[in-house]
């Protein structure tokens, strides 16, 4: 249901963005509205506790985002407030941003290292991954300690294991098998 939710509703926001030519202003800003988000659960828990009239609910999103964000974003911000369904933003983003980067030849990549990645490393990866894919990259780094070196790129449904923990994984299987 949520999924079915903030597919539709990320979907429709999308398509408006579109016919206002804003879809890329709506994308950063959708960005920031669900990393705000998703630091700050206690907002979300604000916005959906049914003691709060849907006027206070929408006035409360207005006071935070008004002036900051695109008014067509703030104004759908304002209808999930009302509903108390501010907790699908993130999915909602993750649906917009599906669509957005399909419509602007834009890949989507998630990289994983044990420390975080130097912005020299950032922009080398990125550089070989559009001279691959042909496309332009949208990168997300994330640190996992466990992965102790290397490193782990997701994109394009598939996943691209490098790290050390994959690595040992490998040979302690290849190890086991050659008995």
Do not use: H
Request: a positive charge; hydrophobic letters at 35%.
């Amino acid at each position: 249901m949520d999924r079915d939710f903030s597919r539709e509703f990320g979907t429709a926001l999308y398509q408006l963005a579109v016919e206002e030519n804003a879809s890329e202003k709506v994308f950063k800003d959708l960005e920031l509205v669900s990393g705000v988000l998703s630091e700050n659960p206690d907002f979300i828990r604000l916005l959906s506790n049914p003691r709060l009239g849907r006027s206070e609910r929408a006035e409360t999103v207005g006071k935070v985002f008004e002036g900051k964000i695109d008014k067509s974003l703030l104004n759908a911000l304002k209808i999930l407030a009302e509903k108390r369904r501010c907790d699908a933003v993130s999915g909602c983003y993750e649906v917009y941003k599906r669509l957005y980067c399909d419509d602007n030849n834009i890949l989507s990549v998630t990289a994983t290292a044990a420390v975080p990645l130097s912005e020299e490393q950032k922009q080398r990866l990125c550089e070989k991954l559009r001279k691959k894919t042909g496309a332009e990259i949208l990168l997300t780094c994330r640190t996992d300690p466990s992965c102790i070196g290397g490193i782990r790129l997701e994109y394009g449904g598939k996943r691209y294991d490098a790290s050390v923990k994959e690595r040992l994984k490998s040979l302690g299987r290849s190890i086991k098998n050659s008995d």
